[in-house]
Nanobody, 132 residues
């Protein structure tokens, strides 16, 4: 059963924008804490943003603050990640994650150090490529 499905990846030049979507099952969306992670080529998965689906704090990685914005369509269990002013280091596979920890990222303060192992539902990923 596919619980999370990402879309919206593509190729842009530095300074451009991409908008990613994550269509979640009702079960995944009800998991309280969801997030977006990215995996650069040859590197480990890193947190981009974590948030409470029911409202509350949103935690961005320091590297994306002011450029990335999360939004939700609660009626359709869909989460969006608007990525502006993209940089080449933003290249990677972007994953939507659900069933995060009860504290979400509050104990870390930002999503950049959030372990991927804290989340238990994953989409298949969508590729985002930023060229210089």
């Amino acid at each position: 059963q596919v619980q999370l499905r990402e879309s919206g990846g593509g190729s842009v030049q530095a300074g451009g924008s991409l908008r990613l979507s994550c269509a979640a099952s009702k079960y995944a969306y009800s998991s309280n804490c969801m997030g977006w992670f990215r995996q650069p080529p040859g590197k480990e998965r890193e947190g981009v943003v974590a948030f409470y689906t029911g409202g509350g704090s949103t935690y961005y990685a320091d590297s994306v603050k002011g450029r990335f914005t999360i939004s939700q369509d609660k009626a359709n269990n869909t989460v969006y990640l608007q990525m502006n002013s993209l940089k080449p280091e933003g290249t990677g596979v972007y994953y939507c994650a659900g069933h995060g920890p009860p504290h979400c990222a509050s104990s870390y303060g930002n999503a950049g150090t959030l372990p991927a192992t804290d989340f238990h539902s994953w989409g298949q990923g969508t590729q985002g490529t930023v060229s210089s």
